[in-house]
Structure formats: structure tokens, C-alpha cells
């Protein structure tokens, strides 16, 4: 397993991450639970196979992550791995609370501290939370007890809004939603360049967009055919990823064994600066493949959230974009079905005008819905 060094620290992880959000669950009673020793031994088997980095939050399944991951990292397996979670920025009220979301996050996790602990989520409003919270000395008082390794942050928002979030405190890491459709979006491929160039190693999330790039289209399945290397295309989002020198770690939320199996066959050979110019090109045109595909243009950004409303516009035209990709109209009338259950469809709308107001790709949102809506019957 390949590694790398974070920037001002002297961690050095696997660049394959385990991310503990999408563990394997099983029925109990009348919800999903994690499954508890396929997981354990899901991330045992990982780090026997040279995982060293270990990424939880608060939330993850419904809380449970975490209280798997101490069990998972006893018998010594603690030792071995550099492990992160983070602070729920969104329930926290006081400054008290800052010390208690961690104090409870450490007694959780079962260790005396966290490698990397994040600011979940982060976006314009959340940083003025903190901000009034006087973040930063907490975080200074939590390196500086020991509770806490390396501070860092999470992120959801635009490109100007993770530059302030950057600039705004000594951070040693930041976590950014990136893969071969995302160059634009989100904290931008010139948001990674600029934490690299500040010295802040970056850690993937979403590299499968979701599992979305997990599946190629026709016109992607054709582009990767014709290339004379044959590789999945999980093996190609990996690796548009890795090759990037500012990534220090490629986070996967692994499942099952196929994936966890795949993703360390995958990663045993994931060098920087592995692509050729052509390989880029191939990449471009694949990332215009997708998004020919898709019909409304989205990004995720989520600006035009909250609606008042409650309509889920992201989720709704994500899940229309991916029926369309894979020509699979049960995606979209699926997912649909738990937006009518949960008053959060297109039907909700009330024409306000307020999400387009914020959009910032210009998207006719209220005709979109509606299209979706029918495309839904
Ligand atoms: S126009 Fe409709 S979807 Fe947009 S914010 Fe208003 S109610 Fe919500
Ligand atoms: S509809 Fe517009 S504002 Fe809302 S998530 Fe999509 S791109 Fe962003």
C-alpha cells in the first residue's frame, strides 16, 4: 500500500482511507443496524492489509460508527492507525458544548485522542457560527491537552467560501468532495491547489460521487474500452484522484468485501503524478460523457437550500440525472416516493422564486421540478 506524508506533520498514512459511513448493515427489528462483526472485520482485515487511516463522524449511522470503530480498533488495532473524526458543528450551541460534543466523542471512540478532528460540514454559516463560538481557542485547548492531534476541517460549500474557511486558521488538513465530475464544484480543483500550496494535506471524500462513477454509461464504457489499458471504472476515478500530489488520502466508504478487496488491489499501486497528458484528455472527455447525460445541470451545491418549502431540490435532481444516466427511471420514481412520503416533493412547491435567486448555475428550478415530477410517474 502506498503512502503519503501530511504537510507539516509527520503522519503518514496509506492513501486508501476507510470511510465508516456506509459500513455493512442487517435488519433488526424495523430498522438497519450496522452489521457489527462483518464490519469489525471488515476494518481489521483492512488494516492487516495496510489501511492506516480510519475516518468517522458524529452522525454516521444514526451514531453507531463510532462506537463500531472502538470496537474495531481494540486488541491493539488502535495503535496502528491514524484515525479521524468530527465535531457536529450543526448541534452545537455554546461554547461548552464544543468540549462536550469531543469529550463525548473520545469516550465514544474509547481512546485518550483523535488524530484529526474536523469540523463536519463546514460552509459560510457554519464558520460564523464558530467564529462566534471562539472556535479557534478551543482548538488550541484541545492539541493543547492531548485530546486532539491535528485540528482540520470538512467542507460543502463554493470555492471562495473554502478559501476563507482555509485562510481562517492554522489547519492541517481538509477534507473536500472531489472526483472526475466535481474539478469545478464544490472547494474546486484551485481550492486543493491553494491548500497545497499553504501546506494542508487534502483528504477525498466522494470520490464515486456516491457511487454514481462506480457504473459507466454507454458513452463512457465506450471512451474506456477503446483505451488500450483496461481499467473498471472505480480503478479510473481512483486513480484521477491519486495522481493528484495535494491528495494525501482517497477516503472509500467500503461496504462489502468486493469493494474493500478491490480498493486495496487498486490503491497498491496508486502513485502521484501517475497520469500521462493523454490519460487527462481521456479523463476530460469522460467527464463530458457524464454530464451529456444529465438533464438539469446541477452541481449539489445547495445553495437554493433550505426551501421553505422543504422540497429536497439536490437530492430530487440528482436522483433524475442518475435514472437518466443509466437509463434507470426506477431511480428517480423510488427515491421519489420517500420525498411525497416525507412532504419534501416537487409538489410542495410554491413558486416562491427564492431557489433560483440563489442558484448559481441559473437553473430554472420550478420548471425543472416539474419535469421531474412527471418524469417520476
Ligand atoms: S420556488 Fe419552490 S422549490 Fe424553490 S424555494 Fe420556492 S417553494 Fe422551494
Ligand atoms: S439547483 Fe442550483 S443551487 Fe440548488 S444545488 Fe443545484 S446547482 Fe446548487
Not at 482511507?17 to 462483518?38: A, H, S, W
Not at 430554472?364 to 415530477?373: R, V
Request: hydrophobic residues 40%.
Amino acid at each position: 500500500m502506498n503512502t503519503a506524508t501530511f504537510p507539516g506533520t509527520d503522519v503518514t498514512v496509506s492513501r486508501l482511507g476507510f470511510g465508516c459511513m456506509r459500513l455493512p448493515t442487517m435488519e433488526q427489528g424495523d430498522k438497519r443496524v450496522i452489521d457489527q462483526n462483518y464490519a469489525i472485520e471488515m476494518i481489521r482485515y483492512a488494516i492487516d492489509h495496510g489501511v492506516t487511516y480510519i475516518d468517522t463522524a458524529y452522525p454516521y449511522h444514526g451514531g453507531e460508527s463510532e462506537l463500531v470503530v472502538a470496537k474495531a480498533l481494540a486488541d491493539g488495532y488502535r495503535e496502528k492507525v491514524v484515525l479521524a473524526t468530527k465535531l457536529p458543528v450543526w448541534l452545537v450551541e455554546t461554547e461548552a458544548d464544543l468540549d462536550k460534543y469531543l469529550d463525548e466523542q473520545l469516550k465514544k471512540l474509547n481512546t485518550d485522542h483523535i488524530d484529526f478532528y474536523l469540523m463536519h460540514a463546514m460552509n459560510k454559516e457554519r464558520l460564523e457560527k464558530l467564529r462566534k463560538l471562539n472556535y479557534k481557542a478551543f482548538l488550541d485547548r484541545a492539541v493543547e491537552s492531548g485530546k486532539i492531534r491535528f485540528p482540520a476541517f470538512s467542507f460543502h460549500d463554493g470555492p471562495e467560501c473554502f478559501l476563507e474557511i482555509l485562510n481562517d486558521y492554522d489547519w492541517k488538513m481538509a477534507q473536500v468532495q472531489m472526483n472526475i465530475l466535481d474539478g469545478d464544484e464544490q472547494a474546486c480543483l484551485s481550492g486543493i491547489q491553494a491548500a497545497y500550496e499553504k501546506g494542508v494535506g487534502i483528504v477525498i471524500m466522494e470520490p464515486l460521487r456516491g457511487g454514481m462513477l462506480a457504473k459507466a454509461p454507454k458513452e463512457v464504457s465506450d471512451l474506456y474500452e477503446a483505451w488500450p489499458v483496461k481499467r473498471s471504472p472505480v480503478e479510473w476515478a481512483f486513480r484521477y484522484l491519486y495522481d493528484m500530489p495535494a491528495v494525501i488520502t482517497v477516503l472509500s466508504g467500503m461496504s462489502d468485501w468486493d469493494q474493500l478487496k478491490d480498493n486495496l488491489r487498486i490503491f497498491e499501486a496508486a502513485e502521484v503524478s501517475c497520469m500521462s497528458a493523454e490519460e487527462k484528455t481521456l479523463m476530460d472527455d469522460v467527464k463530458k460523457a457524464y454530464l451529456g447525460r444529465m438533464k438539469t445541470g446541477c452541481t449539489g451545491c445547495r445553495y437554493c437550500q433550505p426551501c421553505p418549502q422543504n422540497v429536497r431540490i439536490p437530492d430530487i435532481f440528482r436522483s433524475w440525472d442518475e435514472s437518466l444516466m443509466f437509463d434507470q427511471p426506477s431511480i428517480l420514481k423510488g427515491r421519489m416516493k420517500n420525498h411525497i412520503a416525507n412532504k419534501e416533493d416537487p409538489s410542495q412547491c410554491v413558486e416562491c422564486g427564492m431557489c433560483e435567486a440563489a442558484c448559481p448555475q441559473h437553473l430554472s428550478i420550478i420548471d425543472l421540478l416539474k419535469q421531474a415530477n412527471d418524469a417520476a410517474k
